[in-house]
Each structure stands twice: as C-alpha cells, then as structure tokens.
C-alpha cells in the first residue's frame, strides 16, 4: 500500500491555466506539507497543515491555494500558471508537526508549463 | 535566503571510494535529518541527528553533528552503484517546526 500518494504524477498544461494536485496518506499522520523542488533540486516548503489548519505558510503566491478537507488530504489548487511554477511538487506528511518528526514523501507531479 | 548550505554539489567517485557531504549552517540547530533520493524518485528518510556530537552509523553510512550543532556530514565508505543519488541534510532550528533543506550533494557511482 502506498503510504503518501499523489495525483496526477505528470501534468503539462498551457501558461494561464488552473490545475489543481491532490495527496492523501493512511499513515495516520496528523501534519501535511507540500514542497517544491525546481530544476536545481532545492526542496522548498511551501505549506504546511496540522489537523486541517495551516500553520505553515512561505512566501508563496496567492495564485497557490492549499485546502486539506480532512487530515488525510492535501490538495494543492493553483490558478493562473506561469513558466515559473515548473518543477516537481512534493507531498509529505509526519506524525504531528514536531520538528523531530519524519517526513514521509510522496512520489512527486511533475509540472511542466508551456 | 538559504538557510542550510551544502557542499559539495555534486561528486563523481570511482566505486569503491568514499564519499563525503557537509551540511553547514550560520545558526544552531535543534536537530538534522538525512534524506537519500533517488533519480527520478522521491525523498526518503535516511537518519536524524539531535544531541551535540552526536555519531550514527547505518552500514557503510556515517552521519555526524558537529559540536555546536551547526553542521553535519554523512560519510559513505566504499561506495557501490546503489549509492548514486541526491543526498539532502534538513536542518531544524528551536522552536520551529519546519525544515530547511540544504542543496543536496548529487552523487554519482561509476561501476
């Protein structure tokens, strides 16, 4: 069984459209992160949700809309894509938010903007 | 800004060598963790590291925390072809609760 799963793996889309990629764990965590990492490999956080309630939030543009319906999904809307938001977006989760907490990955989506 | 620094970005090795990666940071940390990806795959949890000083060994792996808690390295001695990927240290500060990944060390093994 996968633990953190994500959905789509890869998505090509046109500059200016909105997508949206979703994550869900059945490790029974309680805290939920989404990451970007672009072409260098840096992993940047971007969000971060314990219980459904954002406690963590980068300086990341209000065009990205995280939601978590429950404590098991983390979804990641963003509107008006640009060139820029090309990379792959990773979803994580931990026990709780305690920062001695594993993260546990998942496999990644792939975004390509054209 | 980056936060965690790492060195160096990539090594090309012979098998059978070692390998090194050193994480640095201006600030102390509460704690570091060890991440391995893969190409093409995800990040996975290799190791944390909380006490000052402190060593931890996983087979051929090493990982140390400096005394002052702000830098770390992992160590592989005689490399193999399944060591080749990105090694990334995260490092936490006190009292907050997120990561701070560093750069990565991308590690190439040739047979």
């Known amino acids: 069984d996968t633990a953190v799963s994500q959905t789509p793996k890869y998505l090509v889309t046109q500059m200016g459209n909105d997508k949206s990629i979703k994550c869900e764990q059945n490790?029974?965590?309680?805290?939920m992160y989404w990451y970007k990492q672009d072409s260098k490999k840096f992993l940047k956080i971007m969000f971060s949700?314990?219980?459904?309630?954002?406690?963590i939030n980068e300086t990341v543009p209000n065009r990205f809309s995280p939601k978590s319906p429950d404590k098991a999904h983390l979804n990641l809307h963003i509107n008006s894509l640009e060139l820029g938001d090309s990379a792959v977006y990773f979803c994580?989760?931990?026990?709780?938010?305690?920062?001695?907490?594993?993260?546990?990955f998942g496999p990644g989506t792939r975004l390509t903007v054209l | 800004g980056q936060q965690v620094m790492q060195i160096p970005q990539y090594q090309h090795v012979q098998e059978g060598e070692d390998f090194t990666t050193y994480c640095n940071s201006s600030?102390?940390?509460?704690?570091i963790q060890w991440y391995k990806q893969r190409p093409g795959g995800h990040p996975v949890f290799l190791i944390q590291?909380?006490?000052?000083?402190e060593v931890k060994k996983q087979k051929r792996l090493t990982f140390q925390f400096g005394e002052a808690k702000k830098n770390s390295s992992l160590h592989i001695t005689a490399t193999q072809t399944t060591d080749v990927g990105t090694y990334f240290c995260a490092g936490s500060k006190y009292n907050f609760n997120k990561f701070y990944f560093g750069s990565g060390t991308k590690l190439n093994v040739k047979p």
């Open positions: 590291l909380v006490k000052s000083g």
């Open positions: 949700y314990n219980n459904k309630e954002l406690i």
């Open positions: 994580a989760s931990s026990q709780d938010n305690h920062n001695t907490d594993t993260q546990y």
């Open positions: 600030t102390t940390l509460s704690n």
């Open positions: 490790l029974g965590h309680d805290t």
